[in-house]
């Protein structure tokens, strides 16, 4: 019912940069907070930012000063600018969303399908 689709996923060089976005689309009433998280090989998906419906943010340490979250509730999209990227920002990206449905006072959570991001030295 609700579909979150990442997109902006590239190879670059460590120093460069690049921008995510993921849309939400779908029976969605309201979305609450959103963020996006990382997965390495052979390693635990981790959070790298996430961001509220009133704007707060928070950041993983590895990322402060690099990376910025941001949103554009009229389009239920969520966006992760990342700068200065490392090679052990090399990771598959995935967008989260907690999403109120229309008629349905529950919450649920919902997970894009990933964008793969690899940065080379």
């Known amino acids: 019912q609700v579909q979150l689709v990442e997109s902006g996923g590239d190879s670059v060089q460590a120093g460069g940069s690049l921008r995510l976005s993921c849309a939400a689309s779908?029976?969605?009433?309201?979305?609450?907070?959103m963020g996006w998280y990382r997965q390495a090989p052979g390693k635990q998906r981790e959070l790298v930012a996430d961001?509220?419906?009133?704007?707060?943010?928070n950041y993983a340490d590895s990322v402060k000063g690099r990376f910025t979250i941001s949103r554009d509730n009229a389009k239920n999209t969520v966006y992760l600018q990342m700068n200065s990227l490392k090679p052990e920002d090399t990771a598959v990206y995935y967008c989260?969303?907690?999403?109120?449905?229309?008629?349905?006072?529950?919450?649920?959570?919902?997970w894009g399908q990933g964008t793969q991001v690899t940065v080379s030295s």
């Open positions: 779908g029976s969605i009433s309201r979305i609450n907070g």
């Open positions: 961001i509220t419906s009133g704007g707060r943010t």
């Open positions: 989260n969303a907690d999403v109120r449905r229309p008629y349905d006072s529950t919450l649920y959570n919902y």
